[in-house]
């Protein structure tokens, strides 16, 4: 497939930036128009917490996206993806620590330790704060490609805390969870896939040795 | 353990210059929109509009001195935002879900040990006793709270009605089972029908009531109707609904959450600011319509009303 031109790129990147906001912007309006329901702040809370999840798992999608459909081009909306996923998990740990605790510090760090979704959701967020702050041309420079890939190799960790994170939180109803958790599980099996393809392919051109005999 | 992946993304790829440019872009729309949300939370309204239909109202209901003088929540709140799993796990769904569940005929069956098993239908549980309003304090397991004006009379009356024998120590309640009419108990999600229980001496106090109205009117459906259990010193959740069953029983019986998760959810289930719930704190509460947290009274505020029935009990394992 012929790859888009670089103005349909750019256009493209437009479109995909202003739909990304589109989730803060519902959530703004319903705000300005007091229809968030008889608890805004859980809404709020539950709203960005579900998109920071969903933009994660967009943006683990990007890599085997670009490959099932031979469509490299595609590698360059994720930036912008991974940060919205940062951006919306912003949101929803600002939430958590303005509106919900209130910058009731002692209350926070009580939380962190004792309650082990709040433990998971944390560290799902600060697995994404590196990766967020590396995210420009100069940290890939300084970094070199290669450390760079292995940092943010990082998110894979992340999207699990976040998975982790929404599984310990919910009373009963595990279904949405647990679909989060699916997705994730196959975006990594591709990737699982993958290197397994890559090993067999770099063994069979060493020297060859016989399954039996190993 | 890392994943190697193979290095075929040349990082000119990844550093286009339009991205570069949309991170700065982005920076500034994310600050903005941050803001936004917050400001937008502080002005919403809380007074919002009571919508009350004037066309069941509830007569001769009589005001009654176990009132709180603490300003009700909307009805539109009380009914909109409320656990009610047998329509949905959603707190939001269930008004909906229930629009058209069917609370009439209906009837309780009182048994177990009591002197004769009987059958009693929704319009004689409503003349055992004087209807009273009690506004009672809401406090949800979750952290939630509410000011609800209760339509009911005291339990008691049901169980004098039912006439107990001497042995029967616990009073079991049971929800109705009917997945045709509340889809989620096609699901396994909990171990339907909802059970509750109550000890004898709680069951009797004067402040446990069987709702049956809400806000003058009769009890909507996404609330428990057409008979529910209000114990307003307990979570929100021993407050059983859509009440078909009540039997009196020698042991303490089964519960459903405790079932479910009884390292989360105990028998008793008092509200105590001092015992956290594993995967929360019980020292807060938002009551909805504020801000701000408050703070979380023991027994919900009716210690004094209720502190002795628990003298001499260790709380934190009688959770």
């Known amino acids: 497939m012929r790859p888009p031109s670089e103005k349909l790129v750019k256009g493209l990147k437009v479109l995909t930036f202003l739909l990304c906001l589109g989730p803060a912007s519902v959530l703004l309006w319903k705000g300005f128009q007091s229809i968030l329901g008889a608890n805004p702040i859980d809404v709020i809370t539950r709203t960005t917490g579900r998109w920071t999840l969903i933009f994660l798992l967009v943006t683990l999608s990007v890599s085997p996206l670009r490959k099932i459909l031979e469509m490299p081009w595609l590698i360059r909306f994720r930036r912008m993806l991974g940060l919205f996923a940062f951006f919306y998990g912003s949101l929803h740990l600002m939430t958590y620590v303005w509106l919900d605790k209130f910058f009731d510090v002692h209350e926070m760090l009580h939380d962190i330790f004792k309650r082990r979704f709040i433990t998971a959701g944390m560290t799902a967020f600060a697995l994404m704060l590196p990766l967020a702050l590396t995210s420009t041309t100069g940290w890939i420079r300084r970094l070199g490609g290669k450390r760079w890939r292995a940092l943010h190799r990082l998110i894979y960790f992340s999207a699990a805390a976040g998975v982790i994170h929404f599984i310990w939180l919910v009373k009963a109803d595990l279904r949405r969870p647990f679909t989060y958790g699916a997705v994730l599980l196959l975006l990594l099996a591709f990737r699982a896939f993958q290197w397994g393809i890559a090993r067999v392919r770099s063994r069979s051109q060493a020297p060859v040795v016989h399954a039996e005999t190993r | ?297 023991m027994f919900n505020g009716y210690s004094d009303q209720v502190a002795s029935l628990y003298s001499g009990m260790d709380l934190r394992k009688n959770y």
């Not at chain 2, 078909?244 to 303490?252: G, I, Y």
Request: hydrophobic letters at 40%; aromatic letters at 10%.
């Open chain 2, 1 to 297: 353990m890392l994943i190697k992946q193979s290095s075929d993304i040349p990082s000119s790829e990844i550093t286009s210059k339009s991205g570069y440019m949309s991170r700065r872009k982005f920076i500034t729309g994310a600050a903005a929109t941050g803001a936004a949300v917050a400001a937008g939370f502080y002005l919403r309204s809380t007074d919002e509009t009571h919508v009350v239909e004037a066309n069941n109202a509830l007569p001769g209901v009589i005001k009654s001195p176990l009132s709180t003088t603490e300003k009700p929540n909307t009805l539109q709140d009380i009914t909109n935002y409320n656990n009610y799993y047998e329509f949905s796990t959603d707190k939001y769904e269930p008004n909906g879900l229930a629009t058209n569940f069917r609370s009439r005929p209906w009837n309780v069956s009182l048994e177990g040990l009591v002197k004769k098993p009987k059958k009693l239908d929704i319009d004689t549980i409503m003349k055992l006793a004087p209807l009273e309003e009690r506004i009672y304090r809401h406090r949800c397991v979750e952290g939630w709270s509410m000011v609800i004006p209760w339509v009911g009379f005291p339990l008691s009356a049901l169980i004098k009605a039912a006439e107990p024998l001497g042995k029967a120590k616990y009073v079991a309640f049971e929800t109705l089972f009917a997945p045709n009419q509340m889809p989620n108990q096609k699901s396994g999600l909990l171990a339907w029908p909802y059970v509750e229980g109550l000890r004898m001496d709680e069951a009797m106090h004067p402040l446990t009531i069987l709702a049956v109205g809400l806000y003058g009117e009769a009890l909507p459906n996404v609330d428990g109707a057409p008979v529910r259990l209000v114990v307003p010193w307990k979570y929100g959740f021993k407050g059983i609904k859509a009440i078909v069953k009540v039997s009196f029983v020698e042991n303490m019986p089964p519960t459903t959450w405790n079932r479910m998760a009884s390292n989360e959810y105990g028998f008793y289930s008092n509200v105590n600011p001092q015992v956290d719930h594993p995967r929360w704190s019980q020292a807060k509460e938002r009551r909805i319509g504020e801000f701000l947290k408050r703070p979380t009274l």
